[in-house]
Nanobody
Framework: EVQLVESGGGLVQAGGSLTLSCAASGFTRDDYAIGWFRQAPGKGREGVAAFSRSDRSKHYTPTAKGRFTLSSDNANHTVYLQMSGLNANDTAVYYC?????????????????????WGKGAQVTVSS
């Protein structure tokens, strides 16, 4: 059974930084991608960034570009999202999700696709 566990959420002041991690387990395939998504209160799901294990590519939406950075520990199937320059608009529950790269990337860009495996989420709260 595929399991995803997020960690690293918390409370941070505006302008500060946080690093989220997503540890994946329960699978052996290499052709997968892990995406980061977030959902703020009263809003829909928003794509943030994604890492494709298949070709080591990294993808960022405008929300993340220039402020957030992806890194990975491929041996342990863990993907990190380093977030800096945080502001109140970044307050949300952050989820990581895993599936084949086309599905994760389609979801990242707001198309009507949903990755098959999700973590339980990590709360990020930015105080102003």
């Amino acid at each position: 059974e595929v399991q995803l566990v997020e960690s690293g959420g918390g409370l941070v002041q505006a302008g500060g930084s946080l690093t989220l991690s997503c540890a994946a387990s329960g699978f052996t395939r290499d052709d997968y991608a892990i995406g980061w998504f977030r959902q703020a209160p009263g809003k829909g799901r928003e794509g943030v960034a994604a890492f494709s294990r298949s070709d080591r590519s990294k993808h960022y939406t405008p929300t993340a570009k220039g402020r957030f950075t992806l890194s990975s520990d491929n041996a342990n199937h863990t993907v990190y999202l380093q977030m800096s320059g945080l502001n109140a608009n970044d307050t949300a529950v952050y989820y990581c999700a895993l599936d084949e790269p086309p599905i994760v990337l389609a979801a990242l860009w707001g198309l009507d696709y949903t990755p098959g495996h999700w973590g339980k989420g990590a709360q990020v709260t930015v105080s102003s």
